[in-house]
């Protein structure tokens, strides 16, 4: 069986190797990995393992605390996931007690975590109980799609041109009823500067902010490794729904990050998000995967 101990930042480049096995549409690169595993937000009692064989890097997981929500005592267990050739062997069953271990360490008493549809078995073995889809799809950005035209009044901002507590606001105010397990109501600007704003993945130049009549109003964010971007989150405050501006930001966040070089861009939605999953196909994404977010009650 490999072996099991928590994970150091020289492991980033075989974390990434890992994962582009395994979950081929997620996209964090190495140097955000390395960073997420050397300076962890200490609000969230952030820490992770790996499984090791043969000197390589065959299994991951994270466990922390939820700190953007106002529900409590709320832990997360994070993309784990083994690599094909040494599945079988006890080491996906010996990450999970390691991250459940760590949340009764930090007084979890409910924790989330997602499963692709044929690891749906194994999380129900292990007390878990599937709650929402969450769907994952691809754009292809060669070449690039055009520039929108903004509606008069609105101005596209690159983020690295604005004040990030500005883009925090929006971020905040349009996650607040983002379909989720647990609500996204306490996002402090702390955390989100750390784990968003100081990113190393973070396109600031992509990155696009709806301004209207002088107010930020809709936010598209961009991550990006190599030619491969994420969208990390795409919303609208809402007193300025129903105006098309998240598809307008998104837009034009597509355009910048093709410029700058990405090729494929990546994104994920709750099942339920028929406004942002409507956005995307009107966008021309097509589907590549689905997981299953999971419910387990400690005790």
């Not at 393992?49 to 000197?55: F, L, N, S």
């Not at 109501?185 to 750390?194: K, L």
């Not at 598809?247 to 028929?274: E, I, P, Q, W």
Request: proline share 9%; with cysteine; hydrophobic share 40%.
């Amino acid at each position: 069986m490999p072996v099991i101990r928590p994970a150091r930042p020289d492991d980033a480049p075989g974390v990434v190797a890992l994962r582009a096995v395994v979950h081929p549409y997620l996209v964090r690169g190495v140097e955000s990995t390395r960073r997420m595993i050397a300076q962890p937000p200490p609000e969230e009692d952030w820490t992770a393992w790996v499984a090791e064989a043969d000197g390589q890097v065959v299994g991951w997981t994270s466990a922390y605390r939820n700190s953007q929500t106002s529900e409590p005592d709320v832990g997360e267990v994070s993309t784990l996931h083994v690599h094909p050739a040494y599945r079988g062997q006890g080491a996906g069953t010996a990450l999970l007690a390691a991250a459940l271990g760590h949340q009764r360490v930090i007084g979890a008493r409910r924790v989330l975590t997602w499963s692709q549809p044929e690891s749906l078995p194994f999380a129900r073995r292990h007390g878990f109980t599937p709650s929402r889809e969450l769907r994952y799809s691809a754009l292809d950005l060669q070449p690039a799609p055009p520039m929108p035209e903004p509606p008069p009044g609105v101005r596209l901002l690159p983020a690295a041109e604005l004040d990030p507590r500005r883009i925090h606001q929006v971020d905040a105010e349009s996650s607040l009823d983002e379909p989720g397990d647990v609500p996204t109501d306490a996002m402090g600007y702390d955390i989100w500067h750390h784990e968003v704003w100081d990113n190393p993945g973070l396109d600031r130049a992509a990155s696009t902010v709806a301004e209207v009549d002088g107010t930020l109003a809709a936010v598209s964010l961009v991550k990006r490794d190599g030619d491969r971007m994420w969208s990390a989150f795409t919303g609208t405050v809402p007193g300025h729904r129903g105006r098309g501006l998240a598809r307008l930001v998104k837009r034009a966040a597509l355009h910048r990050a093709a410029l700058g070089g990405v090729r494929v861009a990546y994104t994920s939605n709750d099942g339920a998000n028929a406004p942002m999953l409507a956005v995307n196909a009107r966008l021309g994404y097509r589907p590549v995967a689905t997981q299953w977010s999971c419910l387990r009650e400690l005790t």
